[in-house]
């Protein structure tokens, strides 16, 4: 029998309850202002996941806008002192941006439910606590550093000192607008530079509302801009700048290519945080329960659309059929539904491509010679919207395209693995590296494992936890650099050396021999 069809907030619904005033369409926003709309072109539309409602279009951003966008940018960076400002100073004004995220913060959240998909219970609960703790973490740790110096030539002191790089041009992708954004923004700015933010066509509002209401904390203007558009026209125009200085960039891995090549135009420094294929590893010493726990979360938070989604489990076969047994039960139960119904696990997926990709890679893993052990399909007691049904594969080979290529939803992939060894072997049979999940209370095993597993984080025992004084990124083609305390310390400042004679110096005297 049908289940009846599951009752989703209307767009109207969710504006009234949040008191959105929602546009017709987005554009940018530079030295302060609004960008005008250019009539000649017309808005990419942007629908709504869960109703397939218009949202609102979004006006692209010419390669005159960003032109005019890192103007701004420049302009703040060389003349409103902000680069050289005394820490104190500079930390009062971007305390002010804390104070108005937090005003803002329902608005925010409810924004990013509604043009993202994801349920507002973890957008309140992870993405608004994490936005405004990447200002407070940067703007304190910006008040912590200090240069060195190196006394051991005798002749010489050599003091070294760091300073803002200048314009930096970041850019993000549609899954977490409000967290990925702020981590950069908030350091750049922290450490005296002034930014260019791209975002994403797939959620444009988020970020467009975020960096208007931070123009209410008074700022310099053009300390912060923002331009909309597609990655291949206004993203292109952005990191090909040449007055762009550093590109911070957080994505898919082809796009990191792209990046790189634009970078390479006018050797721009670039951090990237791309893609990610990870591997959650259960071993037989694992505490059952919370490892079933922890591997839902690590493939469901967000919807499944996470880089660091744990998306393939390895689990040791002398307990696979228990494991496999309670997490697919537990597969089964999780709430699809409304992004705004607090009851709701999991949203809609983001936009009809992406629900068609994830769909597709049920059918390819079909193909494969995987059994499909849940979902694989769409949500059908949706009367609208991009639902699907959490999926788990039961694959026997490392090697087919379903554990190989970045799925990026609510799908995992389930094998079963010998022994630890053979966990590190397959876990290291991928091109991507950002981070690894184990399972297991046996210690000798956990370092075995960590030690040898190639990504950029190692969670054991816990999914999805960060501090951010520690450097987050990933291995392979996860990524260049890492986010994190020092790391983004060296991608966002310049190291200078600065040499002083000790004594007044005897130099020789070129030119005076006749
Ligand atoms: P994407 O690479 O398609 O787009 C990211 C941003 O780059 C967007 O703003 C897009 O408009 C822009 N862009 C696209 N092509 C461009 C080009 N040629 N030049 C300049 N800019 C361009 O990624 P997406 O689909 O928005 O996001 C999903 C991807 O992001 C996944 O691969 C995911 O793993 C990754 N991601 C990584 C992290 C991390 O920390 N490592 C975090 C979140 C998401």
Redesign the pocket.
Known sequence: MLEPVKNVASVEEVATRFKLNLPDSVSGFVGGKQLAQDSSVAPIQHLCPATEELLYGVNECSPADVDAAVAAARDAFDNTGWARMAHKERKQLLRRLIDVIDANKEELAAIQSLEVGMPLAGVNAMHIPRTIENFEFFIEAAGTLGGHTYTQTGQYTSIVTREAVGVVAL??????PLV?SSMKLAAALALGNTCVI?????SPYSLFRFVEIMHEADLPPGLINLVNG???VT??A??EHPGVDVIG???????GK??MQ?AAGGIKKVGL????KSANIVLSSANLPSAIDGSLLAILSGNGE??LAGSRILVEDEVADEFIESFVARMKNVVVGDPFDADSEIGPLAFAAHRDKVLAYAKIAEAEGAEILCGGRAADSFAKGYFVEPTAALVTSNQSRVCQE?I?GPFVTIQRIRDADEAVQIANESSFG?VSYIWSDDLPSVMSVAQRVKAGTVWVNTPLTRDLRAP???YKM??VGRDGLHASVDLLTEEKTMMLPNAPLKLPSLGSKR
Do not use: D, M
């Open positions: 850019l993000s992708p549609w899954n977490a990925l791209k975002a994403s066509e797939y597609r990655g291949h993203g292109k952005l990191t960039f957080v994505g898919g891995t082809e796009t792209a990046i634009s945080e791309l893609g990610g996470q880089c970045e990026f950002l987050f990124g990933g996860s990524g």
